[in-house]
């Protein structure tokens, strides 16, 4: 019982976790003692929070390899961006038009996710991770050949060129192939990111526990076993993938809303960055929701911190990702790290409760 | 055939695998609150026969029936659903899970709240999740794992492990459950311990039992009946005494 009681805990220390790291860097924005620079960074750094949590639900508690995560961010920032554009001037305040956006953007990355999730779900491991990251790359390409323009008489789509929309003299393309959408209105903050953030884990957490994330993690551990206690794979296979996909559209929301032309190039939205979310994922633990947030920071940050070193900056990253892992996952260094921090008081007392656990055992 | 008092009746089930007919043409009947043993010398198809009848594999001939309803080649979860629970022989827990969500999991399909219940926490997410646990709590009690309920599964020793997937089994709330080689890998006395325990789920619960063992002195000290398999055909069937005497099995367990 004790156990369960810190694990509720721990939910808690995740939350305070970011609520206070937000207010030191306001506090530091506050003071002007962070450069533009890093200011710059701050709602990115949000972004790959979000589409770090949201993997985690994928990789770590479902137990799939997903390695087209960045497609379903992608969708859900076209999509909502493209209701901004539509919308910008019309349905005012702002606030209003950036909740409906970050809406459809759920909506829309979370049904491509469920319309993918169905084949490819009966895949696994190996075979799973490269089925993913083709439809990934396939919504990335799908996107820069699209041209929606809309006029007077509606709305024209086209897959060869903005000319062969024959739109009025009048009418505006929307989504113009690989130039992509200009003119979102730039909505995203620091602050709403924080709080999307917040909404995300709220989201993960509190399914994990619940009814539904015991049977998906059952699925992960044994899925023979999780059938013959009844419990339907199909359906929470798909649920897991889908509401992960759906909340990577969230993180799509907020890049798209802090960017004045949103562009699906490789960089963004191809499988580098779905590699880069699973190193994150990784990197912080498997399963490890707060580990994989922490790693997304340390990750997005240290390219910028490196800066000074120039020509070797990614050499030095490469060695940091190497001795990360090793410090992070190493059996030997585990132990060590354990003796270590048992010793401080404050993780003493932790280490009893869960060290009491396994002695019953 | 089909007896009104069974629990299971099984008829002239069959099946292939490319050319080995792994179960040919078994029959049985397992009446109310029996202890039932089915037995027979390594690949004599007794996992397969407890495969056909979970919905894992789907027979080629044969009918199964549970209480009369007419069960074959429905899913493995339809088949839960309608009564039959099972452990495995090479044990499946859920390893990363709680000892306590291991049987929460078997209680999945008796309790419900929806999934946005569940994320917002909701009142009735609250008092079903405590319904859930008290009931597992009960179910952790019988087996003597209630110390450990906050445990991973896979930090139990050996003999805890069989217990927790007999529990997370019963939890699912079968009229028939089906072990697989409880004892397998315990010594004398976790195996004395085990049947004991087997005995009082038996009665406590109303259960019927099919059992797989391997080993035929312990089958002797528990089960009423007897099927003994050999190369996937029925070699002798009925009460255990009998059976057991029954030179044809001797043989096949010993040898020429």
């Given at each position: 019982m004790k156990n369960i009681l810190l694990k509720q805990k721990e939910n808690l220390i995740t939350y305070g976790i970011v609520i206070f790291a937000y207010l030191i860097l306001e506090l530091l924005i506050a003071t002007g003692s962070i450069t533009s620079l890093l200011k710059g960074l701050l709602v990115p750094l949000c972004v790959y929070v979000i589409l770090a949590i949201s993997l985690n639900l994928t990789v770590g508690i479902l137990g799939q390899l997903s390695l087209g995560h960045a497609g379903f961010m992608c969708v859900g920032a076209f999509s909502s961006a493209f209701f901004s554009k539509l919308t910008v001037g019309v349905i005012n305040p702002d606030w209003l038009r950036f909740l409906l956006a970050l809406i459809i953007g759920f909506v829309f990355a979370g049904i491509v996710g469920f319309l993918i999730g169905m084949p490819v779900l009966r895949l696994r491991g190996d075979y799973l991770a490269i089925v993913t990251l083709a439809f990934g790359e396939i919504i990335k390409n799908i996107i820069n050949v699209l041209y929606i323009g809309i006029d007077s008489k509606g709305v024209h789509f086209s897959m060869k060129d903005s000319l062969s929309l024959n739109l009025e003299e009048t009418g505006k393309v929307i989504i113009n192939g690989a130039k992509g959408i200009t003119g979102t209105p730039k909505n995203s903050t620091f602050t709403i990111g924080t709080i999307l953030i917040l909404v995300t884990l709220f989201i993960t957490l509190n399914l994990i526990k619940s009814r539904d994330g015991r049977a998906i993690m059952a699925i992960r551990d044994n899925e023979i076993a999780a059938e013959s206690v009844g419990i339907n794979i199909t359906k929470y296979k798909l649920m897991a993938f889908t509401v992960s996909a759906a909340l990577a559209g969230v993180g799509g929301v907020l890049y798209a809303h802090n960017l004045n032309s949103l562009m699906a190039t490789p960089k963004n939205f191809g499988y580098n960055m779905s590699i880069m979310i699973l190193v994150f994922v990784v990197l912080g633990g498997i399963g490890n929701i707060r580990g994989s947030m922490i790693a997304a920071v340390i990750l997005t940050l240290l390219p910028e911190l490196l800066r000074?070193?120039?020509?070797f900056r990614m050499l030095i990253y490469s060695l940091v990702l190497i001795a990360m892992m090793i410090i992070n996952w190493a059996p030997g260094a585990r132990i060590a790290r354990e003796r270590f921090l048992s010793r401080l008081p404050f993780f003493k007392k932790r280490a009893e409760l869960t060290e009491g656990g396994k002695e019953n055992g | 055939m089909a007896d009104t008092n069974a629990v299971l009746s099984v008829d002239h089930l069959s099946i292939s695998f490319g050319g080995l007919r792994a179960v040919d043409d078994l029959s049985l009947s397992i009446n109310e609150g029996e202890l039932y043993g089915l037995i027979g010398p390594n690949g004599a198809g007794k996992t397969t026969a407890f495969n056909l009848l979970t919905g894992v594999y789907k027979p080629d001939e044969g009918i199964i029936r549970l209480c009369g309803k007419d069960i074959t080649g429905k899913s493995t979860i339809d088949i839960n659903r309608a009564g039959i629970a099972r452990t495995f022989q090479n044990i499946r827990l859920?390893?990363?899970?709680?000892v306590l969500d291991n049987v929460k999991c078997g209680l999945h399909n008796r309790y419900h709240y929806s999934t946005f219940e569940g994320i917002l926490r909701l009142p009735k997410y609250r008092r079903v999740e405590k319904e859930m646990t008290d009931e597992a709590m009960r179910l952790l009690k019988v087996f003597d794992l209630d110390s450990e309920a906050s445990c991973k599964a896979s930090q139990l020793p050996y003999g805890k492990q069989r217990k927790l997937e007999i529990a997370r089994a019963l939890a699912t709330n079968p009229k028939l459950l089906l072990l697989d080689e409880?004892?397998?890998?315990?010594n004398p006395q976790e195996t004395k311990e085990l049947m004991e325990t087997i005995s009082f789920i038996r009665r406590d619960f109303g259960l019927t039992i099919l059992l797989i063992e391997h080993d035929m002195k312990l089958v002797s000290g528990i089960c009423e009946r007897l099927t003994v398999l050999n190369f996937g055909r029925v070699l002798a069937e009925g009460e255990t005494k009998t059976v057991l005497n029954n030179p044809e099995v001797i043989t096949a367990y010993l040898g020429e």
């Open positions: 000074g070193l120039s020509n | 859920f390893k990363e899970l709680s409880p004892a397998a890998g315990m």
